[in-house]
């Protein structure tokens, strides 16, 4: 259970109002595909892993937030965990835990070249995407195009791969600004983590001006983030408000929240329990729709459940709208052992590390 108090970059951005008198939601309806998937799961499970073997000794650094999740991350701060996205700023020789949606090869070269010893995360679903990217080019001689979110760490990480081989494009408008040599063959791919909605748009237009582009027949999102939005789609005819639990970071909570907006429905996203606003909930909100993004902890989904089901509200939670393909990501057990081993016998530093 969350209990603690607020200190994400989040906190405090929502400040709930007095406690409406009368709670009138009778019923919570639990989307059955919902939050955090494998990727996410490895890549927390890693970081603690290594953070608790050496949080008394040195500080583990991470080029930027390994999940988008703000209470995930407050967590792994306490852990001497820090966040600097210039390599060069870590100090050679560090402990260094490369995030689930990816690291741009610039960054893999950095970190050995500070001789850094890696911890790498990325999701294999992530890594498919990017591994198909680089065959098309380099067997096919394709031109790449990329459907993506920019700024997006996973766009991020792609584009550094080829930036001349690889050209993003994010809206319907982006695409058509775009224009190639009538001889370059183009492909098309996209970030895991995009709506179908998003993609579908985009990919049309592309169909439609270069109608020569190959669009291969399998989609790149992700399992988990169209399972998610499907199930919150599910949910929509039946529900007056739709709750959220995700960060305003996490790209694939957002396409949930959006799918409330595009019913027409009030739609929020929080990630502790204080951001609810008592006042979102009048008289007339009886039915909640409640999921929450592939990056949100299930301590955090419990917290946040258990907020609206303390004032009265029945939960009720439904089957998964989708069965979800048994992905399992290999856990190396054995390189674990071998840094708890090191630190073992290591003195403590015990200046080095206050508790918070
Ligand atoms: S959302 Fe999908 S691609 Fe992203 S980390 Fe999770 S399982 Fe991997």
Redesign the pocket.
């Known amino acids: 259970m969350v209990e603690e108090q607020p200190h994400g970059p989040f906190a405090g951005e929502i400040a709930p109002s007095e406690e409406v008198p009368e709670f009138s939601v009778q019923k919570v309806f639990v989307a059955g595909n919902i939050g955090m998937?494998?990727?996410?799961r490895n890549s927390l499970r890693m970081a603690h892993e290594v953070t608790d073997i050496t949080k008394e000794h040195e500080d583990v650094y991470a080029p930027h937030e390994l999940v988008h999740n703000v209470v995930a991350m407050d967590k792994l701060s306490k852990k001497r965990l820090k966040i600097q996205p210039d390599l060069l700023q870590i100090p050679i020789g560090s402990k260094v835990i490369f995030p689930?949606?990816g690291t741009s090869p610039d960054d893999y070269k950095t970190a050995q070249e500070r001789n850094f010893t890696v911890f790498d995360t990325v999701?294999p679903?992530?890594t498919g995407v990017r591994e198909r990217v680089k065959n098309a080019i380099k067997k096919g001689g394709y031109q790449v195009v990329y459907v993506g979110v920019e700024g997006h760490r996973e766009t991020e990480g792609m584009m550094g791969e080829d930036p001349h081989n690889i050209t993003l494009v994010q809206t319907v408008e982006d695409v058509e600004e775009l224009s190639f040599d009538d001889e370059q063959p183009l492909i098309a791919y996209s970030q895991?983590?995009l709506s179908g909605l998003e993609l579908a748009d985009v990919m049309k237009k592309l169909r439609k001006k270069f109608p020569s582009m190959k669009i291969p027949p399998k989609r790149d999102i992700?399992f988990?983030?169209e399972s998610r939005q499907l199930a919150v789609i599910g949910m929509l005819d039946i529900s007056d408000l739709l709750l959220i639990v995700g960060s305003k970071t996490s790209h694939?909570s957002q396409v949930m929240r959006q799918l409330g907006e595009m019913r027409r429905i009030p739609s929020y996203s929080i990630d502790y329990p204080h951001q609810i606003n008592p006042s979102w909930f009048s008289k007339d909100i009886r039915f909640v729709a409640f999921s929450a993004g592939?990056s949100a902890e299930d301590d955090t989904v419990n917290a946040n459940l258990k907020w609206l089901t303390d004032r009265g509200a029945e939960a009720e939670f439904l089957e998964p709208i989708v069965k979800e393909p048994n992905v399992t990501i290999k856990f190396p057990e054995e390189r674990i052992e071998a840094l708890r081993a090191e630190y073992n016998n290591m003195p403590h530093h015990l200046n080095l590390f206050i508790e918070d």
Do not use: D, M, P
Request: proline share 0%; with cysteine.
């Open positions: 998937c494998v990727g996410v689930a949606h999701c679903i992530v895991t983590t992700c988990a983030a694939n592939a």
